[in-house]
């Protein structure tokens, strides 16, 4: 297979991303790497091609057509609560769709996606541990993820219909580290709002051992679903010792009418609908991974957890 | 005293780093977490002390020493991966066991029947509230060697109560699914299940000791994880609250598993269960082999034997006692 080949291109798209960045740099000392974003890519190693442009735009084509790409890596999904449901859904979806596209076109032989496991969602009848099986129920009680969701299903289905490039799924769970994602802000906060009687069990995942796993991924004949459920989970009230903070209990009814207000007030970057994952578990079992991946985090529990200061 | 948990933690806090924060209300809140932090301990110190001497005057030193000896799997917060703790489970188990020793005066036989190792325990149900389940908790740990912590099932409506949710996670109740069993048993742990769920729980006097349908779902998981199946018998429960009726409509329409009438509650003092000398047994452990996914006739048959060892060792033990109460 021509992912084999080392001399190969490797697309990111999202490269900007505080993800992308550090997959770029693992990345192109290894292999030729090209990233795809529409955002400018600041400091960027010289030998990394950055192509400036829409995944929607028709131009996407000719980064595919100049050269035999080895391989994509799907970052490009936008997470920004406060955009517009229909930029959301354009951008997630379409581009992806747009994406799928090409990869047939071209018969690129490797795609690996990014996922989450919040496409499971945080439930109170879920298992303790949900396997790569479970069906994706994140958009019941949360709207704004279904196109994460779509995204996930789009490229499971792209599986099925095309056999010969080798798709990887990959859903992490709370990804920790400099990245500006909703856990790990939440954990930056000085003071953290937890909910009064409630401490469920969460996994996290350190940036550097996602990057790992995304790595990982791209080794030919690697494919299929894959949670990523990094170190030991522990209770939210250990996480929050570990950083050494204070919580701020507050009852659910009370804190999510905050939430509501606050965020209906532009006064948070937190969608009510996500007190869910600090009130129920949405936990992985991470058996595949571990044993047809041989994907271990190599970061304990602490330093995931205290990665989240690491840039201060 | 129990030096697998509190000393780990103090450690982490020390080490952890000290964030600076700006704003008044994290400064306030701070301060009140750094107050709660000192206090808490002490107040902590004052808790565990009077209920670590309680304690010892009512179960003598036992439940210390016992505590020790239990096979637990903890992650290095000590927790598993559940998230139980065993130093939640302490004052839910002692508690539990001052009830156990001085309140229903437990009889245990059998002992010797619980196996180490994964164990499924399958047990009439009655008395409508699950003190049952508080007793052969109680009795795993105070009179089976090696002592054990056994786990249970709950509906999945406790998880939206607040409290209730962490209480049951922290004593080591988990989500009543099945990949949840399945996980516990794999962890070897021992494992508590009613077959005829709301249905025993809530038997009318008239039915009492007459055990109501069984669920298969427990045959399925013991085969496919090859578990042994100690059947348990529990007499003493079905006269702690005498239920005249069940209003299932009633019911239906509030929401609840039962709606059972009992007039003792009436009384001053009815309110609590009657003092009724319990009476448990193990049963010696049976095996099945097969097919997990095998039809529901199959199946039924199995769960028939399970249920037939459980009525005649009911049968026998409420024929062989003198007295309700003694």
Redesign the interface.
Same mark, same amino acid.
């Given at each position: 297979m021509s992912s084999a080949n080392i001399d190969a291109p490797i697309v990111i798209t999202g490269i900007c991303g505080r993800l992308g960045k550090r997959l770029a740099r693992v990345l192109h000392r290894e292999r030729p790497v090209i990233g795809v974003d529409r955002r400018p890519f600041a400091d960027k190693p010289k030998d990394i091609l950055h192509a400036q442009l829409d995944l929607r735009r028709k131009k996407l084509k000719d980064v595919f057509r100049s050269g035999n790409v080895a391989g994509i890596v799907h970052l490009g999904v936008l997470h920004d609560p406060r955009a517009s449901a229909e930029e959301h859904h354009s951008w997630n979806v379409a581009g992806f769709a747009k994406l799928l596209e090409y990869v047939a076109q071209f018969k690129i032989p490797k795609l690996v996606v990014l996922s989450s496991a919040n496409v499971y969602g945080p439930q109170?009848?879920?298992?303790?541990?949900?396997?790569e099986d479970a069906p994706l129920l994140g958009g019941s009680r949360f709207g704004e993820i279904r196109d994460l969701i779509e995204v996930d299903m789009l490229a499971q289905s792209f599986f099925w219909k095309r056999p010969e490039t080798e798709t990887v799924i990959l859903r992490p769970v709370h990804i920790l580290g400099s990245v500006h994602n909703a856990p790990s802000n939440f954990l930056r906060l000085?003071?953290i709002p937890t909910? *009064? %009687?409630?401490?469920?069990?969460v996994q996290v995942i350190q940036e550097r051992d996602v990057v790992n796993a995304l790595r990982t991924a791209l080794r030919p004949g690697v494919k299929g679903i894959f949670n990523l459920g990094g170190p030991?989970?522990?209770?939210l009230s250990?996480i929050i010792?570990? *950083? %050494?903070?204070?919580?701020?209990p507050i009852?659910?009814s009370l804190g999510n009418m905050m939430m509501k207000r606050m965020w209906s007030l532009h006064l948070t970057t937190f969608p009510p609908p996500e007190l869910d994952h600090i009130r129920?578990v949405c936990m992985v079992d991470d058996k595949r991974s571990r044993e047809e991946l041989g994907f271990l985090p190599a970061q304990s529990?602490?330093d995931t957890i205290?990665s989240v200061?690491a840039d201060r | 005293m129990y030096p697998w948990l509190v000393p780990l933690r103090r450690d982490r806090r020390a080490r952890a780093p000290q964030i600076p924060h700006s704003s008044a209300l994290a400064t306030l809140a701070s301060a009140a977490g750094g107050f709660a932090r000192s206090a808490f301990p002490f107040a902590k110190k004052l808790v565990d002390e009077g209920i670590e001497t309680w304690m010892a005057r009512l179960l003598g030193e036992e439940l210390s020493a016992r505590m020790d000896r239990v096979p637990v799997n903890l992650g290095s917060a000590g927790v598993d991966r559940f998230g139980f703790d065993p130093e939640w489970a302490k004052y839910a188990l002692s508690a539990a066991a001052v009830l156990h020793r001085h309140y229903f005066r437990t009889d245990v036989f059998g002992k010797e029947n619980v196996p180490t190792g994964r164990v499924l325990l399958i047990a009439n149900h009655s008395g409508q509230i699950p003190i049952d389940a508080a007793m052969i908790g109680a009795a795993m740990f105070m009179d089976i060697d090696p002592p054990r912590f056994i786990r249970a099932m709950v509906e999945k409506w406790t998880q939206t109560l607040p409290f209730v949710s962490m209480l049951f996670s922290r004593v080591g109740q988990v989500v009543g699914v099945p990949e949840n069993a399945r996980a516990l048993l794999e962890q070897d742990e021992a494992l508590l299940v009613f077959p005829e769920g709301a249905r025993g729980i809530s038997k009318t006097f008239d039915k009492r000791y007459q055990l109501a349908e069984f669920g298969l779902g427990f045959m399925r998981l013991a085969i496919e994880t090859n578990t042994p199946i100690v059947p348990i018998s529990v007499v003493g429960g079905e006269e702690q609250y005498v239920s005249i009726a069940n209003l299932q409509g009633l019911a239906k329409f509030l929401r609840m598993p039962a709606f059972p009438i009992m007039p003792q509650l009436l009384l001053p003092g009815g309110q609590l269960p009657l003092p009724t000398k319990y009476r448990i047994t193990f049963g010696e452990p049976m095996r099945f082999t097969g097919d997990p996914d095998d039809d529901d006739s199959v199946m039924e048959e199995k769960v028939f034997l399970v249920k037939q060892t459980i009525q005649s060792m009911l049968n026998r033990g409420v024929k062989s006692r003198e007295n309700i109460f003694w």
């Open positions: 109170p009848g879920n298992a303790q541990f949900l396997t000085p003071v909910l *009064l %009687g409630y401490d469920p069990m030991e989970p522990l209770p250990r010792d570990i *950083l %050494g903070k204070s919580s701020l009852p659910f129920y529990i602490e205290l200061h | -």
